[in-house]
């Protein structure tokens, strides 16, 4: 709780400062966030997509024949 609280200040204070930086310099920060974050759930879509590669590509197992299917013929 107390770790929260300390967060929450240091939040209330970096705030505080971007509040007092130029309106250009804040919508550069804003958009450096949407940035970071932009890439980081490309990089864990990237992640996903690897791994759905890995496990299709492990599913598919050796399979070869090993004799021709012989079929009966009925004889009436």
Do not use: C, F, W
């Amino acid at each position: 709780m107390e770790k929260r609280k300390t967060l929450e200040d240091e939040k209330g204070k970096l705030n505080k400062k971007i509040s007092g930086l130029p309106k250009t310099q804040q919508e550069i920060l804003r958009l450096t966030r949407d940035v970071n974050a932009g890439q980081e759930v490309y990089m864990q879509m990237l992640n996903k997509q690897q791994e759905l590669s890995i496990t299709k590509a492990s599913t598919v197992g050796n399979v070869r024949i090993v004799d021709s299917a012989i079929t009966q013929h009925e004889t009436s």
